[in-house]
């Protein structure tokens, strides 16, 4: 089972907006629960653990069968709860490779990032990987549709398993999570985004995946100046069991 609130630091306090006439819900948490303040300690430092975060809030998901509530309904705590543990571990993770000297770079990329998670991401794979020399504004849309267009179909035979989509630009990492029969896509982001604004999760309905990206390449450029000229897809399934 998810960890229940008396095994995390602390649950975090969080407003939720609905948009798109309530096909898309976006809840911002308080600030310290971010990747670089959420912690046992409650000290806040810096953290580039977002890559392996991303990889193991899909791999709980996965292990968990987190079921996603619709954007008009209340937010999943247990998704929460997954964000949390996934902050949690993966600061130590990394903060571990870094005592250790086993870093070739601050940011890991998606195969390190899976493989210093071992033990969580069994039967893990990378369905397709992509990297994208263009404006993300432009085209985030476009190459994600593609691939989940061609996911889906895939999927028509077969009970449907959840598809997660790694997103890198300018050095941050998100997830987003495609969720067949709940019929919804979300987005996790573990970053601080200002005084105010801790990580978030935003909940949409498979039908506006064009509205949520465009809110999200508002988000970069509203808190942190960010116009992503290039970025990398990562698809990731799990086998099952």
Known sequence: MVSDHTNL??????ETDRLFDDKLSVTWFETNFSQSHYNVHNISRGSNACTLIAILVAAKCNKYKILINKPENCLTVK???????SMLEGNQIHENLKLNN???HI???????????DKDTKGIVEWKNEVFMEPLAKSLYTNIRIHWRNWVKSQMNNEPSDLYLVLVAD??????IFQIRSETITLVDSHQ???????????A????LKYLCEWYTKVLFKFNNSVPQLYELS????KKS
Do not use: D, M, W
């Not at 998704?79 to 543990?85: R, T, Y």
């Not at 309905?205 to 506006?208: A, F, G, T, Y």
């Open 171 to 176: 050095a941050r990492t998100v997830l987003f």
């Open 235 to 238: 698809f990731l399934y799990f």
């Open 9 to 14: 630091p602390f649950f975090p306090k969080y």
């Open 107 to 117: 940011n890991l990329n998606v195969p390190e990032a899976i493989s210093f998670a």
């Open 79 to 85: 998704l929460v709860q997954v964000l949390a543990l």
């Open 205 to 208: 309905h498979c039908s506006i």
């Open 102 to 104: 086993k870093l070739k």
């Open 193 to 203: 985004h200002s005084a105010e604004k801790g990580a978030f999760i935003a909940i």
